[in-house]
């Protein structure tokens, strides 16, 4: 039996995302300038600490642990990663209960069953042959940390593991042999063990702690909300459609709403949705009725919209823009 449709079946039930092999693969960045180039041309605007990190992660071949909030752009250096150097993206989205099974490999245990019925069949009786034939990779599904230790034509993949502070500190433990000698051990066959060692980035939202063993594994960054003028950076790259003056205002308005007191400030990820709900209102700069009826779209929490609604949110406004027009030249 074929396991190319129990791995895509797997594949959809579990969250797995993976893209193609791209044609052309692209040699790693010489310098911390080319990675910044790097990230830039896949319209990714890093810091420079971030691309230093980023550099240093693909030259010394060590996994990249990525802390933040949510949704200020820590997912998003695998998938510009992967798609800049022409590799294969392996995803491994994180939960709570993730095990063995899910992330690394599980056997085709209905396939098996039906070889051993198929040999019992054929008058197949020694035990020791039937169960070496039902244990090889035949019957071995292979699943995203697995599948990452595999050789590919194009170079080693871009293995994403997302959202690590969400697993059990059990399956922290298991990706310590991983993540130091990049194999795997399957009882029933060995180790497996990778002839090129993925490019690893680990993101986590710090709702818990990970565990020092983990992170001394990795290059760690912290991943911070971005400055005013990154911010408009992004949004001039990723929302290109938006108007100069919305874009101005908005992002100042944004920067102000992160420094009240929120139970979640907006990301990027947020600014980004928001701008371009913002264009397909006909919005050329803020306006106070407009800002309040589209909370929703930067905050996702009632109490901090209820806050920020109605005259906050006029406030806020006058603040930015009082703020740009102290920004202008003289």
Request: aromatic share 6%; with cysteine; glycine share 4%.
């Amino acid at each position: 039996m074929p396991i190319a449709k129990p791995l895509a079946v797997g594949a959809r039930r579990f969250g797995m995302a993976m893209t193609q092999s791209a044609p052309r693969p692209v040699p790693p960045p010489a310098s911390i300038d080319e990675t910044l180039a790097l990230l830039s041309g896949a319209s990714y605007i890093a810091e420079r600490a971030l691309a230093t990190v980023v550099f240093l992660s693909l030259r010394l071949g060590r996994p990249l642990f990525l802390e933040g909030e949510a949704g200020v752009g820590k997912t998003e250096v695998a998938k510009v990663l992967a798609s800049a150097l022409g590799r294969r993206l392996i995803r491994l989205q994180c939960y709570e209960g993730l095990d063995v099974a899910t992330a690394v490999y599980e056997w085709n245990y209905p396939a098996q069953m039906m070889a051993i019925r198929l040999a019992e069949a054929a008058g197949e009786h020694d035990k020791d042959r039937i169960e070496h034939d039902i244990f090889s990779s035949r019957y071995l599904i292979k699943r995203p940390l697995l599948q990452a230790l595999e050789p590919t034509t194009n170079g080693a993949p871009v293995l994403l593991i997302d959202e690590i502070d969400r697993a059990d500190e059990a399956f922290e433990a298991y990706l310590l042999e991983v993540l130091s000698d990049f194999q795997v051990t399957i009882p029933e066959i060995g180790v497996v063990k990778a002839q090129s060692a993925p490019i690893v980035v680990i993101t986590s939202n710090r709702t818990r702690e990970i565990h020092d063993a983990l992170k001394r594994r990795c290059l760690y960054h912290w991943v911070d909300y971005p400055d005013a003028a990154r911010e408009i950076a992004i949004l001039r790259a990723k929302a290109p459609r938006a108007p100069e003056r919305l874009t101005a205002e908005l992002v100042a308005f944004v920067q102000k709403l992160r420094k009240q007191d929120l139970f979640k400030s907006p990301g990027v990820a947020e600014t980004l949705d928001w701008a371009r709900a913002l264009t397909e209102l006909d919005a050329v700069a803020l306006d106070p009725a407009q800002v309040s009826d589209t909370l929703g779209v930067l905050l996702k929490y009632q109490d901090d919209i209820v806050k920020i609604h109605g005259a906050k949110a006029h406030e806020l406004i006058e603040e930015a823009r009082a703020e740009l027009r102290l920004a202008e030249p003289r």
